[in-house]
């Protein structure tokens, strides 16, 4: 089993829908958890953080779930700029313990 | 701010040639690395260093050379290019967390990315 897994769609949605995508880690030690937003040919970007509680940035809401070992990331009212790759990112502890995952591709249409 | 400045943006070598991939930061961080990113396997971890002269070995070490002069530059050699190490290379840099590199308040930085190709 890979240490963080993602569907990898694409996830093709219309604008103005709700769509969610989750994530998977094996290690249940991990200790930190992100979202990053990787454009075509363009570097990541912190999308948010991931918090126990979980956390809410606007339209985006990212929730922990630990006893099933997974991170979930829902995005409100789908605009075009979000098409993208979202990359889940796992820290289990240790500056080289950052593992990315391959990615989940929205593509949102008119 | 510039951020985390790579050159060159691309990069086509033969077998054999060596080069040095450029990433400095002006954000006076003490955490920078170097990952690869290919098709399907995420974004894997080179080296990495947390600071100037202290460098250690990601998951794909082979065949890449690093050092830390300096907090801002960490260069990525390559010695013998081989077509396995086409690749996009990013650099990414980030202050160090408390007990892990990825605390809430230290995200990684990346730079634009080198596109290189090995024929």
């Known amino acids: 089993r890979k240490e963080v897994e993602q569907d990898p769609g694409p996830f093709n949605v219309p604008e103005g829908a709700t769509v969610a995508f989750n994530c998977t880690y094996s290690n249940s030690a991990s200790q930190s958890f992100f979202w990053y937003r990787q454009d075509c040919r363009k570097e990541p970007k912190l999308l948010m953080s991931v918090y126990s509680s979980g956390n809410e940035d606007g339209r985006f809401t990212a929730q922990l779930n630990r006893a099933s070992q997974y991170i979930s990331l829902l995005i409100r009212d789908s605009k075009l700029s979000d098409s993208a790759t979202y990359l889940c990112?796992?820290?289990?502890?240790?500056?080289?313990?950052?593992?990315f995952g391959t990615g989940t591709k929205l593509q949102v249409i008119p | 701010n510039a951020g985390v400045t790579q050159t060159p943006k691309f990069q086509v070598l033969k077998t054999g040639q060596s080069m040095t991939l450029q990433c400095a930061q002006d954000?006076?961080?003490?955490?920078m690395s170097w990952y690869r990113q290919d098709p399907g396997m995420g974004l894997r971890l080179i080296h990495y260093s947390v600071g100037a002269g202290i460098t250690d070995q990601g998951e794909v070490p082979n065949g890449y050379n690093v050092s830390r002069s300096t907090t801002e530059d960490f260069p990525l050699r390559l010695l013998s290019a081989a077509p396995s190490q086409t690749s996009v290379y990013f650099c990414?840099?980030?202050?160090?967390?408390?007990?892990?590199?990825?605390?809430?308040?230290?995200?990684?930085?990346f730079g634009n990315g080198t596109r290189l190709t090995v024929t």
């Open positions: 990414a840099s980030s202050r160090l967390g408390t007990e892990s590199l990825s605390s809430y308040n230290s995200p990684l930085h």
């Open positions: 990112v796992v820290n289990t502890g240790g500056y080289q313990k950052v593992t």
């Open positions: 954000m006076n961080h003490e955490y």
